[in-house]
């Protein structure tokens, strides 16, 4: 608007300046008079013509008008309140220059006292007679440009005044339009903030249905697509880290530069590692492999491997599984290894390579030596009758030996598959102890040569002891215990035998003063087949498997079975049973 305003201004300006200077003409006819007048020789008759031809001029713009001869003396005037100039010579150089140099002159001069603008014309005035032409003197001609130019300011100051309402509505009207399109913009800005945030609770306020109000319906329905999707993201997450903290199994994930960047808490706990430590080290660090393989023959070939972290506290034995993180263009990402706990599989196939391999010993040395008599006797031995009745008798025993032994794997089976049921009672433990004791008692006085002599020492509690218990099967842990103490006790030696009660538990123990057991075949000497002194238990006719079952049936009555030994000092096996004190009535109205 500034730059149509000034082409205006200047456009009304040159128009009206273009009027004013053709208004400022003298006609023809008049310019004509003046040319005579000047050339008569009757200088008084003509000044007085020449006033009068002053009058008949149509001064439109009030201007000031001089004739002036060409001798530059002034002949005349149109001011009324100034003929005392008439007949003087003039004095402006304007003047003088026109006459002098012979051209008409046209200016606009500027009075800085009044602050006023003049244009002035000189025209000369040019006498014919023939072919000569003769300047007789000029007009001038002075008009004030103050009308124009207040004619010009009025109409500037009122498109200025009409630019600055124009401003003000345009201003109001573009704070008015830029405000309802910068509020939902504002608004629109602070919800995308809130939903960087993680804030969705928010929600844009929708003013139309134009570009700006469906603008706003998209950041809407972004907000709730997004929140849905941070949930389900969030819900997946939680989802994730549940599992893999209650996961059984090590999950360890990497980059594509084989750095440790997911590990969960049981596989910190197997390789013994701070989860925060661990993240950012090679997982050929973590698993101990480097020496044995590189990361891009995990990445090229993932197999799956077996790494022993076995050390003195405690076994562990992990079956490690690897696979690759790809996407779907084909690129590698990383690296997934999953951590099994082998330890007790690889264990139970040991126990099982062992316990084969131990049956089939056991079996094969009585199977051999019965093999060995009963080719003796085949070929004719049957006939002597001092040899067969040994070899009868030695076939007849392995042959029992081979039979106890199937019959405690059969025992053992069943318990291991549940089948094995146990006919529970409320006993007298002091009796019970004392029937087995009085029994080992009364096979030392009846066998009349002996081949070990014993003594048993019995340490009970003076009160009985009611426990509900499998009579048979107690009684096959107690004889077993006591076979044994006799066994590897010296000749002569003292099986000392204890009964007593604690808070929650009955305890029994069986001490013999034998060579005892070695600290190391402590903890496996309740396996299966399991013998210290190898030799020396085959010899004495034991299948290896007496403690197994004693140990079985403690513990599907509830309690434990331990022992205590020092070799050179003998051995103490402790049996504890649960046990709650009861009255003789309540022990009377059961067993009824």
């Known amino acids: 608007m500034e730059i ?59 201007a000031q008008i001089r004739i002036i001869d060409n001798k530059g003396t002034i002949r005349g005037t149109n001011e009324a309140d100034n003929q005392g100039i008439v007949g003087q010579k003039t004095t402006d150089n304007n003047i003088k220059n026109a ?21 002035t014309t000189i025209t000369r005035l040019i006498r014919t007679q023939g072919n000569n032409s003769e300047l007789v003197g000029v007009i001038y001609m002075r008009s004030s440009l103050d009308s124009v130019y207040q004619n010009i300011n009025q109409i500037t100051l009122i498109y200025v005044s009409a630019t600055l309402v124009a401003i003000i509505l345009g201003l109001v009207m573009a704070i008015i339009i830029s405000r309802a399109i910068t509020r939902p913009i504002d608004e629109m800005k602070k919800q995308t903030l809130r939903i960087a945030r993680g804030d969705y609770s928010g929600h844009v306020h929708v003013y139309g249905n134009d570009e700006l109000g469906q603008l706003a319906s998209a950041v809407n329905n972004l907000s709730v697509r997004v929140e849905e999707a941070q949930e389900s993201t969030e819900s997946e997450r939680r989802r994730l880290d549940s599992v893999m903290a209650h996961m059984t199994d090590g999950v360890l994930a990497t980059d594509r530069r084989g750095n440790l960047t997911i590990i969960n808490e049981t596989a910190s706990s197997f390789l013994d590692t701070d989860p925060d430590e661990a993240v950012g080290k090679s997982i050929l660090d973590l698993l101990e492999i480097r020496d044995d393989y590189t990361l891009r023959e995990l990445l090229e070939a993932p197999d ?18 690897f696979s690759l993180i790809q996407r779907e263009s084909g690129f590698i990402s990383g690296l997934v290894c999953v951590l099994h706990d082998v330890t007790e599989q690889q264990k139970i196939d040991q126990d099982r390579r062992q ?50 032994m199937i019959n405690d794997l059969l025992t ?41 002599t014993y003594t048993i020492k019995r340490d009970f509690t003076k009160r009985d002891l009611w426990v509900e218990i499998d009579t048979d099967r107690f009684t096959q842990v ?86 205590d030994s020092r070799e050179g000092r003998g051995s103490t096996f402790y049996i504890a049973l649960p046990y709650k004190p009861y009255d003789e009535e309540d022990i009377w109205d059961e067993t009824n």
């Open 4 to 62: 149509v305003g000034a082409v205006f201004v200047r456009q009304l300006e040159r128009q009206n300046l273009n009027t004013f200077k053709a208004q400022q003409t003298v006609q023809t006819y008049i310019v004509n008079r003046f040319s005579t007048e000047l050339s008569s020789t009757k200088t008084t008759k003509a000044d007085k013509q020449i006033k009068s031809t002053l009058s008949e001029i149509n001064n439109t713009n009030n």
């Open 478 to 563: 107690l004889d077993n215990l006591m076979n044994n103490a006799i066994k590897y006790s010296p000749d002569g030696g003292v099986v000392t035998c204890r009964l007593l009660e604690t808070h929650n538990n009955v305890i029994l123990s069986v001490s013999d003063q034998g060579l005892g057991i070695p600290r190391a075949d402590i903890p496996r000497i309740f396996d299966r087949f399991y013998r210290v002194d190898k030799a020396r238990s085959r010899a004495q006719g034991g299948t290896g498997l007496g403690l197994a079952i004693s140990r079985e049936v403690v513990q599907m009555l509830g309690g434990r079975i331990w022992v």
């Open 355 to 404: 316990f084969v391999s131990n049956v089939s010993h056991e079996l094969r040395t009585p199977l051999t030596s019965v093999r060995a008599y009963i080719e003796s006797l085949s070929e004719g031995a049957w006939k002597d009758p001092e040899v067969a009745p040994r070899f009868l008798k030695v076939t007849q025993e392995e042959t029992d030996r081979m039979i106890r």
């Open 412 to 452: 053992l089976s069943r318990m291991d598959s549940g089948t094995q049921k146990l006919e529970l009672e409320m006993v007298n433990l002091n009796e019970l102890f004392n029937y087995v004791l009085d029994r080992f008692d009364m096979m030392l006085k009846q066998d009349d040569r002996p081949e070990k």
């Open 304 to 321: 799956n491997l077996v790494l022993d972290f076995s050390t003195k506290e405690h076994d562990l034995i992990l079956q490690a599984y």
């Open 99 to 119: 006459i002098y140099n012979n051209r008409d002159v046209v200016r606009t001069t500027y009075n800085s006292q009044n602050n006023s603008r003049y244009y």
